[in-house]
């Protein structure tokens, strides 16, 4: 009998909506939605009563260094910056390793760029081989012409299936994209480069515009003239 109470059919019990008078309140909170709301509420009250009892218990003569080393800036509670654990050198070090990954990644984006225009150049570029046929007048010309064409050659771009097309074009997008990205990855190896220098032992000063003589957007340095023992 009790697997027949389930065949029984049941009326289902809807949540009403929010009356048509009170509609400028907005939807109305069914049950699910306070439950949420009711434990969030006491999730944050039971954390501020766990603080306040830990305020109330708090031993007067407890220190740590977190007391002094960190501070409240406006509300929002900041920690002083630890100081640098790297030596000059470790920090040169790590510099130049990621000099190097630079450097590879431009290399390797050089021949990828090479190797697709290599591609792309024997799609676009006409056979240099090119018979000479002499006709003796224009109907032999002509003749000559139509055995030329029916014969077959190199196929030339426009006359290509419109998938290939598509490919090429896509190929010529990746191409300047590349390129774009070369550029930009040596951008950052010049700056990584003058950052390195600049950490390096030598007395240097930064040169004024009218001291540059190529003039450039980026800031040009001169080193003063050491001998080397």
Known sequence: MSSLKHAVHRRAH????QPKERKRFGLLE?????????????????YLQKLKEKAAFKNPDEFYFKMINSKTVDG?????????????????LMKSQDIGYILQKVQSEKKKIEKLTATLHSLDSQPSNRHVYYAEDRE?????????????????????????????????????ARRGRVQELEKVYNEMAMKQELQKKGK????????????????????KTERKR
């Open 140 to 176: 032999d010309a002509k003749r000559i012409l139509s055995e030329t064409k029916s014969a077959g050659g190199f196929q030339a771009f426009e006359d290509l299936p419109g998938k290939i097309k598509r490919r090429t074009a896509a190929s010529y997008r990746e191409l300047e």
């Open 76 to 92: 929002v509670h900041k920690q002083a910056g630890d100081p640098n654990k790297y030596t000059q050198e470790e920090l040169l």
């Open 204 to 223: 240097k000063r930064r040169l004024r515009e009218d001291e540059i003589v190529c003039p450039s957007s980026r800031p040009v340095y001169k080193w």
């Open 30 to 46: 069914k049950h699910k939605d306070y439950v949420v709301r009711a434990k969030a509420f006491h999730k944050k009250e039971d």
């Open 14 to 17: 809807k949540e009403r909506s």
